[in-house]
């Protein structure tokens, strides 16, 4: 992931046109008349050996006389000339350019990275339209219109859809900070875009139209880094196979399963819309209007039969109705009519005059407790739109703390009549809608946010002990099965893996003949009620449909009997079938228990992927399963378990207890780290897992292995989310001799750092933050524990109990991974043990291992001790000539490491 030279991109004060052209119909003459006539007021260079000048702008022959460096290339030329311009544009100093050009081949398209490569060239496309910076006039481009200026970043792999919709946004007078069609996305793509866009202060919201993703940890890793510093609006199409093929034909790449694409977004805090109008119907309403609390809407209408549709809406999206206490019905009871609806939606009646609509809103503004606030007009002619749309313009103004006012929406019906109410809003960036439906969907867009925000945040509880890791004992089991020539495991060792990792199964044995089916069963049955028999093939995925599974079994001989049926009904039904004999297990009896289906699976796009649901032999009929990447903790398997409908019933219903919930997503959780620790693993099936109040159990399970990856150690490469990297645990001890646990943090370390705080001096968080600090939010700790360890680090001392924290050693690195800045911190009381000194080599040692190349931090000047560790590791100190009181420390890696004291 790299945002290097984007600002060449986005922020040139200099472009150059290689492919100017006067020819009528060109792409050539459109991109120069349209970088002419844009309003940049940089400099502007036009390439082309055959003309001597157009449109009163001289051109040049080549790149190498131009009479300055350009900072922006734009390059319309044949596919043949785009590598050997690219390494002209490159000798010159030209660090970005926009590849117009479609109908590179793979080979000429790393011939133009091969190119780019030694300069630090940076490529939009090629077979894009180009790029537009409305603020700086800047229009790169040959189809982008000429947008207006504002908030909203819109990046597109669809040339040809971006123009349609920019011309619709321009018809409703929204304005871009930028606007960008990334094409082939060969150099630069979506997640660059993300991290640069992110801090950029000219954009308060990003819009993405995505049609594939071409590296699913980068862009995971910048989108979620995006969404926390702003809304990022996405919508991705390719939702059914079919569609999804037709991406595939289009794009070159692979489009991903939607399930798969929906729980990434939904784990980076993206908000996804469905629709090309929902896009800015949301950037709209995100970027105008503070995060709500809930999902209570409060409606105030003219019109009942508009009221009642919102109503509509609003149940269909899982909202509620804000309740109206007796105070507010009494205060609206002095100013509305006898008829007025005295409930939510509050109907003003028909013959509302704006008037009405402020004293109303007066009182709603002044007592409500509801979480959003609809404002509805239906045109009469008894009362001006635009007056009502005035009047609660009015009422906003006259409230006395605007932060306690809850978002406001309107939505104002008709055509010419409510286009000056809607002129005031938009500019008084009040979110109006043209319908009650899209009213609806802008309230939840907010509250949508708001849990995608929350889930960023929210806190899994305390860990009560380590995690079992049981990769060497799950290998030992996949070599057997890969030196007998399978990839498929047999049911014992698949069970036998998930035991490995904690996962609770019954016990089953294998027999090769009726026989022995019937001497396993006699010793099962001295402490079982019955048994259950299966066949054993690999070629019967689902064996009750060959009569493979018999159930309830009490005798040694019903058991015999029952394999020998088997026997003969499999030849009959799949002739060709190798059968490997019969498993037998003890028939577990739970009559109110519910049948789960819980496995891995992998997606194409964002790799392996932990799927949950109703299982049993109907659940390829129900389809009641949701998936999530892994890795999971316990809050986000609760949540993967909450996107079923089966999980209403496993909460519990009528006189059926609920099933241990807290039993379930720990399997998941487990489950997720088999996925995390076995890269060998490529298909994971357990179904059933039954579940009731006394826990969970697997009575069935399929595992598929890759035999080449058994031995490969460490993380799953895989997966799209960086996991937790236990490789880095360790134990280290203090001057005093104590023992203390020296590991990555983790999110549930949150509950740890009330009581460190509490320990630290003010000197010391003044050290630390460089400005005194009072308190810590749970959303400021949230942000100190749950990490992208995709780009950045947090070492935590502990001690052997893991119950108290005695440092952190934090590394953030740039969005090139290139730089790192640190920051160390340990509890007051513990100064001079030499915490310090064992985080800071721990961190040293990370970034060395991680290829970042300098490691830097700002100092206080007082902090002494600080600057002394410093020292004797390395560093570089300088006083910072902005700041005198802050020292600037440096250190250039790999180096050796000074000897600890």
């Known amino acids: 992931m790299t945002v290097r030279n984007l600002e060449h991109l986005l922020c040139p004060n200099s472009v150059v046109v290689i492919g100017a052209s006067e020819t009528p119909g060109s792409v050539g003459k459109t991109l120069t008349r349209n970088i002419l006539d844009g309003g940049f007021q940089g400099s502007v260079y036009l390439v082309n050996p055959n003309h001597g000048s157009i ?39 030209c660090r970005a350019v926009v590849v117009i050009t479609a109908g590179l081949s793979a080979t000429l398209k790393q011939a133009m990275l091969d ?7 940076r490529i939009i496309g090629p077979n894009c339209l180009g790029i537009s910076v409305p603020g700086l ?45 990334m094409g082939d996305m060969a150099d630069v793509d979506v997640g660059d875009l993300l991290d640069f866009l992110a801090a950029d202060v000219s954009t308060s919201a990003i819009l993405l139209y995505l049609e594939t993703i071409p590296a699913a940890r980068k862009f995971m890793s910048a989108a979620r880094s995006a969404a926390r510093a702003k809304p990022v609006i996405v919508i991705k199409s390719g939702r059914h196979k079919e569609s999804a093929r037709a991406a595939t034909t289009h794009t070159g790449a692979l489009a991903g399963s939607d399930a798969a694409v929906s729980a990434a977004f939904r784990r980076a805090g993206l908000v996804r819309v469905e629709e090309l109008e929902e896009l800015f119907a949301a950037a709209e309403t995100l970027s105008n209007l503070k995060p709500v609390e809930g999902n209570e809407l409060l409606i105030v209408t003219n019109g009942g039969g508009a009221g009642v549709l919102a109503v509509d809406d609003l149940m269909r999206l899982d909202g509620k109705l804000a309740p109206i206490n007796e105070s507010v019905v009494a205060m609206l009871d002095e100013v509305l009519p006898a008829s007025w609806s005295r409930a939510n939606p509050i109907d003003i009646i028909g013959d509302a005059t704006p008037e009405r609509y402020k004293a109303t809103l007066d009182r709603v503004f002044a007592r409500s407790e509801a979480d959003g606030i609809l404002v509805m007009n239906c045109p009469t002619a008894l009362a001006s739109s635009t ?4 009047a609660v313009l009015d009422a906003i103004a006259q409230v006395q703390n605007p932060k306690d006012l809850p978002p406001v929406l309107t939505n104002w019906l008709g055509e010419q009549v409510a286009a000056g109410g809607r002129r005031k809003f938009h500019k008084a960036n009040i979110p109006t809608y043209e319908s009650p439906t899209d009213a609806i969907k802008g309230f939840f867009y907010l509250w949508q946010h708001t849990k995608a925000q929350d889930a960023l945040m929210r806190t899994p509880p305390k860990q009560t002990s380590r995690t079992h890791v049981a990769d060497a004992a799950a290998r030992t089991i996949m070599r057997t099965a890969a030196k007998a020539g399978r990839s498929l495991l047999t049911e014992p060792e698949a069970k036998a893996v998930l035991s490995a990792f904690n996962i609770p199964t019954v016990p089953t044995r294998e027999a090769s003949s009726p026989e022995e089916v019937a001497g396993i069963a006699q010793a099962l049955l001295q402490q079982a009620e019955s048994v259950v028999v299966k066949i054993l093939s690999d070629d019967i995925s689902h064996k009750s449909d060959v009569g493979g599974v018999r159930l309830g079994l009490r005798t040694s001989e019903e058991a015999r009997h029952a394999a020998e049926r088997m026997l003969a009904r499999t030849s009959e039904l799949r002739p060709k079938a190798a059968i490997q004999g019969f498993t037998i297990q003890p028939m577990i009896i739970r009559r109110r228990a519910h049948e789960l289906l819980m496995g891995v699976y992998e997606d194409q796009l964002f790799g392996p992927m932990v799927l949950f649901g ?9 389809q009641d399963t949701a998936v999530a990447l892994p890795p999971l903790d316990t809050v986000l398997a609760r949540d993967l378990m909450a996107q079923t409908r089966i999980y209403k019933l496993l909460e519990g219903y009528r006189d059926r207890p609920s099933a241990d919930l807290a039993a379930i997503a ?16 490529k298909e994971l099936d357990v179904n059933p897992l039954i579940a009731d109040e006394m826990g969970v159990v697997v009575l069935d399970a399929r ?9 490969k150690e460490g993380p799953n490469p895989r997966l799209a989310i960086r996991p937790y990297p236990n490789q880095w645990e360790r134990w280290a001890e203090t001057a005093d001799g104590e023992r203390i646990l020296i590991r990555p943090i983790r999110p549930a370390d949150e509950h740890l750092y009330e009581s460190f705080i509490n320990r630290l001096s003010p000197k010391d968080i003044r050290f630390r933050f460089l400005a005194p600090r009072q308190e810590f939010s749970h959303k400021s700790i949230a942000r100190f524990t749950q990490i992208d360890y995709a780009r950045a680090m947090a070492f935590v001392a502990l001690d052997k109990n893991e119950s108290e924290l005695y440092g952190v050693a934090r590394l953030s690195a740039d969005p090139d991974y290139q730089k790192g800045e640190y920051a160390v911190i340990v509890r007051s009381d513990l100064k001079g043990m030499g915490i310090g000194w064992i985080l800071m080599r721990q961190l ?48 250039m890696l790999p180096t050796p490491l000074q000897d600890m004291p």
């Open 115 to 121: 190119a780019a490569r030694p300069h630090c060239l």
């Open 387 to 390: 007056d009502a749309a005035q």
């Open 844 to 891: 040293i040692s990370y970034a060395e291992s991680e290829g970042l190349r300098v490691l830097n931090g700002d100092v206080f000047k007082h902090n002494t001790r600080m600057l002394e560790m410093c020292s004797k590791l390395g560093f570089e100190i300088a006083v910072d000539p902005e700041d005198r009181s802050i020292c600037k420390v440096q250190l």
């Open 55 to 93: 449109g009163g702008y001289k051109c040049f022959e080549s790149i190498a006389t131009l009479p300055e460096t350009p900072q922006l290339g734009v390059v319309a030329t044949p596919p043949d000339t785009v590598p050997l311009i690219i390494d002209e544009l490159g000798q010159k100093g």
């Open 666 to 681: 720990e399997a998941l959780v487990r489950l997720s780290q088999l996925v995390v620790d076995c890269p060998a693993v």
């Open 614 to 622: 109703a299982g049993g032999t109907a659940t390829e009929i129900i």
């Open 137 to 181: 006039g800047l229009a790169a481009n040959f189809g982008l219109n000429s947008p207006k200026p504002g908030q909203l970043a819109f990046l597109s792999q669809s040339g040809a859809l971006m123009t349609g919709v920019l011309d619709w946004a321009a018809a409703r007078d929204i304005g871009f900070s930028s606007v960008i069609s």
């Open 703 to 711: 595992i598929r292995i890759d035999p080449t990856e058994i031995e």
